[in-house]
Nanobody
Framework: QVQLVESGGGLVQAGGSLRLSCAAS????????MGWFRQAPGKEREFVAA????????YYADSVKGRSTISRDNGKNTVYLQMNSLKPEDTAVYYC????????????????WGQGTQVTVSS
């Protein structure tokens, strides 16, 4: 079992930056691929970014590529999502998730989910 707690969300103006954090507890953090997903009101949850066990492989949705960076610190059991040049369309609840696979880009690959953190980007 893995418990995930997100933090770092908030209200930011368009063009601003935020860094989301996800603290994990439970079984060995470094054994899990980690991902970030988001869900805007009235829309389905969608993939944002993923990182492999060791952090050597990363994947991004086209919508955030070039503006976001996913990273992890296995010593701190934490995964991060740095988001820059934020746009109003980035407004959503952002969820951290863990998969027993090396990595994954689809919802069904992830077994554990956090409660989410709200990101609101004003124009």
């Amino acid at each position: 079992q893995v418990q995930l707690v997100e933090s770092g969300g908030g209200l930011v103006q368009a063009g601003g930056s935020l860094r989301l954090s996800c603290a994990a507890s439970g079984r060995t953090f470094s054994s899990y691929g980690m991902g970030w997903f988001r869900q805007a009101p009235g829309k389905e949850r969608e993939f944002v970014a993923a990182i492999s066990w060791s952090g050597t492989r990363t994947y991004y949705a086209d919508s955030v590529k070039g503006r976001s960076t996913i990273s992890r610190d296995n010593g701190k059991n934490t995964v991060y999502l740095q988001m820059n040049s934020l746009k109003p369309e980035d407004t959503a609840v952002y969820y951290c998730a863990a998969t027993p696979q090396v990595t994954g880009t689809t919802l069904h690959e992830y077994a554990y989910w956090g409660q989410g953190t709200q990101v609101t980007v004003s124009s």
